[in-house]
């Protein structure tokens, strides 16, 4: 089953599948970037507010 990013021909846009499945469709290589790159900040906003909660005193 194919995994990857992809251009499709018929509507030039990108898509990534998983195992042969569609998890993402793209008009163009600038929006996949954007939307990644929002998702990589509120990943590591994530881990940052984890990581603060494990240092924390009791209160």
Known sequence: MKTGFFKEN?????????EGK?????TSIKEFVYEHAQLLESLQDAQDELLESYYKAPE
């Open 10 to 18: 018929s509507s030039q846009e990108y898509v990534i599948l998983l």
């Open 22 to 26: 569609e998890i993402a469709r793209y």
